[in-house]
Every structure is written in structure tokens, then in C-alpha cells.
């Protein structure tokens, strides 16, 4: 069964803290992995990552993807009150099959 | 912006009755995503649909459920008969191939069954 891990479900940092995110998953037929932003509604997307090793970079946030060891990872730097929401990461399958893990809940305090 | 619209945004339904939650994906996308999220739960994939027919569907997307694209725009979720348990947020997405793989969602339609 193909299954998407992320930790930690949940937490609470401090405005200025960097905060780190981890996905794991065990699929057949990887194509891309992608992290996504859920604030009260839908999820917006922020990365999409194919290649082992690339880092892309949005800003504050950033992202690499591990495809030997079957991970990503979520950055984002200096942490505001903004940013605080659930990150959902999500694997593509060939067959255009998404498998979406449980989400981390990011909460910021002033 | 080009971005995934959805309608209604909320729909009450009695149980046993049919909905048709409708999306309108981005135009120039090629593969079209049901997607349903249960309150305080993830993310789960129902159905993806391609050149006018479905390329995957997940074990929640059964008999009751059919999707369709009618016109060419819009891209349709009916639910047959309504259950309980299918009271949840339904997403839509699209996603183009020129563009990568990248994936727009719909703001969302809020199913109630009552």
C-alpha cells in the first residue's frame, strides 16, 4: 500500500525560529513529490520536487528531495505568524495517482 | 491568475439524494482531480481523469460516485445517493503537462448531509 509519512504532526515554534518538516513515503512508480500550504480552505501549492539533491527555494521556504533514502524535507527560516498552518506533502504516482500524508500543523507565536 | 473555480461552495443534501459538485479547471490543463477532505482529516484522493476518461480511481471513489466533463470546461462530481459519512470538503484540481506537474486546487464545495 503506498503511504506517505510526515513529522511532526504538530508544532509550535516562536516568530523568528526555523522550523524544519520531514516526508517520508513508500510508493510504487514515484514521479514528484510536492508540499502544499493548508491554511482555512484549500491547499496551495509551494514546491514540486523530481530530481534527488536539487534544492528549490521560495523566499523564506525551501525544499530538497532525498530519492535514495525516500524523504523531503520542508525549511522555512525565520518563521512568522503567517506561516502557521498545515503542510501536506504529497507524492505523484505514474497513472496520475496523488497519495497525500497526514500534514504537519505549524503553529507561530508572536 | 488562471485559477480552479468551484461551485457551490457549500451544499446541504438530505440523505439519499443526489449532488453534482461542478469545477471548472484551469483551461489549458490536461488532467482533472477529485479530491475529499473529512473535517480535522487529510487529504484523500478520489478520482484523476484524463482525455475524457478516469486514469485512477482510489477504493473510496465506488458505484455511487461518477465524474464527468460534459462540455469541455466544466468537470463534474455526482454522488448518487448521499450517505452520512460523505459529508466533507471536496476539492477539485488540474494540472497541466506543458507546465510540469505542478497541481492548482479549487477553493473547495463543503458537502453536508443531513
Known amino acids: 500500500e503506498d503511504k506517505v509519512v510526515q513529522s511532526p504532526l504538530s508544532l509550535v515554534v516562536h516568530e523568528g525560529d526555523t522550523v524544519t518538516l520531514n516526508c517520508s513515503y513508500e510508493?510504487?512508480?514515484?514521479?514528484?513529490l510536492l508540499w502544499y500550504k493548508q491554511e482555512k480552505k484549500a491547499p496551495t501549492f509551494l514546491f514540486m520536487l523530481?530530481?534527488?539533491?536539487i534544492e528549490k527555494k521560495s523566499g523564506r521556504l525551501s525544499s530538497i528531495l532525498d530519492k535514495k533514502e525516500l524523504f523531503s524535507i520542508l525549511n522555512i527560516t525565520a518563521t512568522q505568524t503567517g506561516d502557521s498552518a498545515v503542510y501536506l506533502c504529497?507524492?505523484?504516482?505514474?497513472?496520475?495517482?496523488?497519495?497525500f500524508g497526514p500534514g504537519t500543523r505549524l503553529s507561530v507565536l508572536p | 491568475e488562471p485559477e480552479v473555480t468551484q461551485t457551490p461552495s457549500h451544499q446541504v443534501t438530505q440523505m439519499g439524494q443526489e449532488v453534482i459538485l461542478r469545477c471548472v479547471p484551469i483551461?489549458?490543463?490536461?488532467?482533472f482531480y477529485w479530491y475529499r477532505q473529512i473535517l480535522g482529516q487529510k487529504v484523500e484522493f478520489l478520482v484523476s481523469?484524463?482525455?475524457?476518461?478516469?486514469?485512477?480511481k482510489s477504493e473510496i471513489f465506488d458505484d455511487q460516485f461518477s465524474v464527468e466533463r460534459p462540455d469541455g470546461s466544466n468537470f463534474t462530481l455526482k454522488i448518487r445517493s448521499t450517505k452520512l459519512e460523505d459529508s466533507a470538503m471536496y476539492f477539485c484540481?488540474?494540472?497541466?503537462?506543458?507546465?510540469?506537474?505542478?497541481?492548482?486546487f479549487g477553493p473547495g464545495t463543503r458537502l453536508t448531509v443531513l
Open positions: 484540481a488540474s494540472r497541466g503537462e506543458l507546465a510540469g506537474n505542478e497541481q492548482f
Open positions: 510508493v510504487t512508480n514515484f514521479r514528484s
Open positions: 523530481t530530481s534527488s539533491g
Open positions: 481523469f484524463y482525455n475524457n476518461e478516469i486514469s485512477e
Open positions: 504529497a507524492v505523484l504516482l505514474y497513472g496520475q495517482n496523488f497519495v
Open positions: 483551461s489549458n490543463h490536461l488532467y
